[in-house]
């Protein structure tokens, strides 16, 4: 019976390794953590589900109008409502990610003083919960697809990939905001200011080809860039300049990395001061 | 065989500041750095520290029964929690040698919203369950809190009742090899807190180690073969859990500021005319004559002896101890009128007399002891705030529980009867 299993507990300071085997030891309470956040989400409300997709509906409308038809802003290429839905679906599926994950040890701090677990659950569960309204965002994109006749291509495949991109964005975020939201609650005010400047430095009302290229890079350096232009590309098979994606995708997977880092390092103090 | 648990001179500290003004902001960081204004209030109160636990060092064996017992902020809720791995100490550490679940609370991860049999689910999985192991269990899970009927109800919609005992039940269903419990017995109706304590004891007596944490002293009695007496942060005690609970008795008596001898001469008197001082001290004696400074266990026997003068001889005296309780009343009064047989004969100079209870009855509380002495059948001296005594829960009836109300515990039992004959259960 013993020997099986051996513990030491000592004081921990510094830069903490991830201990992926415990992890992976807890990993059926990560499944129960998103199934309690995705079944209680839409819990009471006369609506339900239909949020999810209404959120990025009336968005697509309201951008057309106003940014397409009264601006003449241009897609580059796809039919402008299709262009901005493809953008506006991951980039609403990032900003209610990064909310709930921001709040999320603040919004379990019940859990995390009484009861110990990988605390790395929290943020990313509140992230993958929201992989579900996702979902239904993209089964009406390809409502509206078929609606404006257009078709999808193989490029479709690489959508996992950027589905992928989008999470590891909005948990290397989210994780760095919840673990600091511990200590300042700053961050509840931060949150949605940070989310309302992204909407435009990340090309989701406009298309990159907007931009001068020397700009780009800089345009690049948003993780959601290439999240939005991987989207469009795999979807509508828009052009996309591939230095830019390329860029944009290795910076989440920065993100994600200094998130979890960060996260650990903070950790072990939350049940102290949360 | 080494220890199941080792702690290691597990210290811990608080930083005070830090817990009152629960977060810095973002400010006070940034101009703390900074070294801007606002440097000497956030200094002051980082300077505010305490150790809640200050090199705490013990063994716990395999298939152990210990019970951790000591006063509030003795440190208790710490020590589990760094031994949960909730928090880190701040030096010192603690080796374990098995799968520990540990429940500081029940009920932790309800949530209002999901139904019962969801909850279950959830619950059991922060608690460390498998899914499967869950689902195995889950008719036991569902039995055991009788809310069968209420299984797809939201628990928001339960009562108090039904939620504690459907948290318990999850909780009670864990299988580790070593249970880290905290007070969750303080829960529910009379006959949930029984069933409580039995799953308690069937899973003790299943060889499995457990730490209880607790006030009850009853069911640590009932429980548990060993004691840890946490007493500001250090091991004040650590051995059989009887001793242990004397132990505990002595430092929670210790802050009465009250030994075990009284002074009556010095004692304020309220009487208004001016009498000679007669009662000169009382003292506090277990049964077995061991001297207790005024906290004893329900039902345990008491002695007190008086002492006092009479300058002139008395034909007769009597002494007379009332024990009010908190809400002033008097429960009981002991009086020498009511012993039959007597010395006869002068009294005079100083005398020691005794009162002898074999067993104390009263309810766990506090009770204040007036005491008075009449001489040639007058009252010639009062004192009336004479001495505090403490009950303190004791394992009484046998089964673990004491009861909460009324004013004394007596021995009694119950049996059914039925119409046409007679049966028994004693």
Redesign the interface.
Do not use: N, V
């Given at each position: 019976m013993n020997g099986s299993y051996q513990l030491v507990i000592k004081p921990r300071s510094g830069w903490q390794p991830i201990n992926w085997h415990e992890a992976y030891l807890h990993r059926e309470l990560l499944g129960f953590l998103i199934w309690r956040d995705i079944k209680i989400r839409y819990r009471q409300t006369l609506l339900g589900g239909v949020w999810a997709v209404l959120q990025p509906l009336m968005a697509m409308l309201i951008f057309t109008f106003v940014f397409n038809r009264l601006a003449g802003v241009r897609s580059d290429g796809p039919p402008y409502p299709l262009f901005a839905f493809a953008g506006l679906a991951p980039w609403i599926f990032f900003s209610n990610a990064l909310t709930a994950s921001s709040n999320s040890l603040v919004a379990n701090q019940q859990l995390v003083a009484k009861i110990y677990f990988p605390r790395l659950f929290i943020p990313i569960g509140a992230v993958m919960a929201l992989l579900v309204d996702l979902g239904f965002s993209l089964l009406l994109l390809f409502v509206l697809m078929i609606k404006y006749h257009w078709a999808l291509t193989f490029h479709a495949l690489e959508l996992p990939v950027y589905i992928f991109a989008a999470l590891l964005s909005a948990s290397g975020l989210g994780l760095i905001f919840s673990a600091l939201n511990v200590n300042f609650r700053d961050i509840k005010y931060a949150v949605p200011f940070i989310i309302q400047m992204g909407l435009f430095v990340t090309p989701v009302i406009y298309p990159v080809s907007y931009l001068p290229a020397r700009l780009r890079p800089l345009l690049a350096l948003n993780p959601m860039t290439g999240v939005v232009m991987g989207f469009r590309s795999a979807l509508l098979g828009t052009p996309m300049d591939m230095s830019v994606l390329r860029l944009s995708l290795i910076v989440s997977v920065v993100l994600f990395a200094a998130g979890l880092l960060i996260f650990r390092r903070m950790e072990r103090r939350f049940a102290d001061i949360i | 065989?080494?220890p199941?648990i080792e702690f290691r001179n597990v210290s811990k500290e608080?930083v005070l500041g830090?817990a009152v003004r629960?977060?810095?902001?973002?400010?006070e960081?940034l101009m703390r750095k900074l070294r801007l204004g606002g440097k000497v209030e956030v200094e002051a109160a980082v300077k505010q520290r305490f150790w809640a636990l200050r090199d705490v060092s013990f063994n716990v064996n395999?298939g152990e029964v210990l019970g951790i017992i000591g006063r509030n902020g003795a440190g208790k809720s710490t020590l589990l929690?760094?031994?949960?791995?909730?928090?880190?100490?701040?030096?010192?550490?603690?080796?374990?040698?098995?799968?520990?679940a540990?429940l500081?609370?029940v009920g932790?991860?309800f949530?209002p919203?999901?139904t019962g049999r969801?909850n279950i689910?959830?619950n059991g999985?922060?608690?460390?369950m498998?899914?499967s192991e869950i689902v195995s269990k889950f008719d036991e899970i569902v039995a055991f809190s009788e809310v069968e009927k209420f299984l797809d109800t939201?628990v928001k919609r339960y009562s108090s009742g039904m939620y504690v005992r459907l948290a318990f039940s999850v909780a009670a269903h864990l299988n580790p090899?070593i249970l880290v419990v905290d007070e969750v017995l303080a829960v529910g109706d009379m006959s949930f807190q029984k069933k409580c304590l039995g799953k308690m004891s069937e899973v003790s007596q299943g060889g499995r180690t457990v730490i209880f944490v607790s006030h009850n002293m009853a069911a640590v009695q009932n429980l548990c073969q060993r004691g840890v007496v946490l007493s500001q942060g250090k091991v004040l005690f650590n051995g059989g859990a009887e001793d242990a609970i004397q132990q505990y008795l002595h430092s929670v008596a210790g802050t009465a500021e009250q030994g075990h001898i009284i002074d009556l001469l010095n004692a304020p008197r309220t009487a208004k005319k001016i009498r000679p001082r007669l009662l000169d001290s009382m003292e506090f004696f277990t049964d077995g004559d061991v001297a207790m400074p005024g906290t004893m266990p329900m039902g345990a026997g008491l002695k007190m002896r008086i002492r006092f003068n009479f300058p002139d001889p008395v034909e007769s005296f009597d002494v007379g101890i009332g024990f009010d309780n908190v809400y002033g009343q008097r429960v009981f009064t002991a009086h020498s009128c009511f012993e039959p047989e007597r010395d006869g004969g002068t009294h005079v100079g100083p005398q020691t007399f005794v009162c002898n209870i074999p067993s104390l009855t009263l309810v766990p509380g506090e009770y204040v002891l007036r005491i008075w002495l009449d001489a040639n059948g007058r009252e010639v001296d009062l004192v009336n705030e004479a001495a505090r005594l403490q009950v303190i829960e004791s394992d009484y009836y046998g089964t673990g529980r004491v009861p909460w109300n009324g004013v004394f515990v007596l021995k009694h039992h119950w049996y059914s009867e039925k119409a046409n004959g007679v049966s028994s259960n004693s």
């Open positions: - | 065989m080494p199941i608080y830090g629960q977060q810095e902001t973002l400010r960081l395999e929690k760094i031994l949960s791995r909730i928090t880190d100490p701040t030096t010192g550490s603690i080796e374990i040698r098995g799968r520990l540990s500081l609370e932790t991860g949530h919203e999901l969801e689910f959830l999985a922060i608690l460390g498998r899914r939201p090899e």
